[in-house]
T-cell receptor, first 116, second 110 residues
Framework: GAVVSQHPSRVICKSGTSVKIECRSLDFQATTMFWYRQFPKQSLMLMAT?????????EQGVEKDKFLINHASLTLSTLTVTSAHPEDSSFYIC????????????FGAGTRLSVL | TQLLEQSPQFLSIQEGENLTVYCNSS?????LQWYRQEPGEGPVLLVTVVTGGEVKKLKRLTFQFGDARKDSSLHITAAQPGDTGLYLC??????????FGTGTRLTVIP
């Protein structure tokens, strides 16, 4: 099946620094990728929809200047958490939608971000 | 805003027992998906149901989509420890965006 690679799987950083998370579709092209956030023992909350070659669409309450999304190619989207603070600590998960099978999203393994 | 409410939120049962997880919403979805997620990993798609009233079986798992396409259920027969995990329903609306349910954490005790 289709594979989505998310990197890094875990990152620990100091407060005030920025962290970049990569999401790659390995064997298919994804015009649309999604970024989710998951707090412990909770469900996934959609943060933003990343569209190749255009600006991302952010969900209500998600700061676009805080969570920078770049989708420069059909196989790569990045999420940068700028000036991270402890409250940004969470599990971030990306998914990619195969442009040929638009009703299916393939999920990455997630990135555990811990901000000290 | 959580559009999909799952119940129960937590469930701990003995191996061999049966269980049902419910996913309810006041909104209509074009389709509904069920995922299972293990700690530290992304969710894995189990099934997609599309038609109101549809029933799909995946080995010991039976999925049903409500007639009005607002709710769904997951029934597991003879649960095994390997079934332990977080079960998530997700409704599909609009441009195939997923709206995840609140989740049901299942623990199957050997």
């Amino acid at each position: 099946g289709a594979v989505v690679s998310q990197h890094p799987s875990r990152v620990i950083c100091k407060s005030g620094t920025s962290v970049k998370i990569e999401c790659r579709s390995l064997d298919f092209q994804a015009t649309t990728m999604f970024w989710y956030r998951q707090f412990p023992k909770q469900s996934l909350m959609l943060m933003a929809t990343s569209n190749e070659g255009s600006k991302a669409t952010y969900e209500q309450g998600v700061e676009k200047d805080k969570f920078l999304i770049n989708h420069a190619s059909l196989t790569l989207s990045t999420l940068t958490v700028t000036s991270a603070h402890p409250e940004d600590s969470s599990f971030y998960i990306c998914s990619a939608r195969d442009h040929l099978a638009k009703n299916i999203q393939y999920f990455g393994a997630g990135t555990r971000l811990s901000v000290l | 805003t959580q559009l999909l409410e799952q119940s129960p939120q937590f469930l701990s049962i003995q191996e061999g027992e049966n269980l049902t997880v419910y996913c309810n919403s006041s909104s209509v979805f074009s389709s509904l998906q069920w995922y299972r997620q293990e700690p530290g990993e992304g969710p894995v798609l189990l099934v997609t149901v599309v038609t109101g009233g549809e029933v799909k079986k995946l080995k010991r798992l039976t999925f049903q989509f409500g007639d009005a396409r607002k709710d769904s259920s997951l029934h597991i027969t003879a649960a095994q420890p390997g079934d332990t995990g977080l079960y998530l329903c997700a409704g599909v609306r609009g441009a195939n965006n997923l709206f995840f349910g609140t989740g049901t954490r299942l623990t199957v005790i050997p």
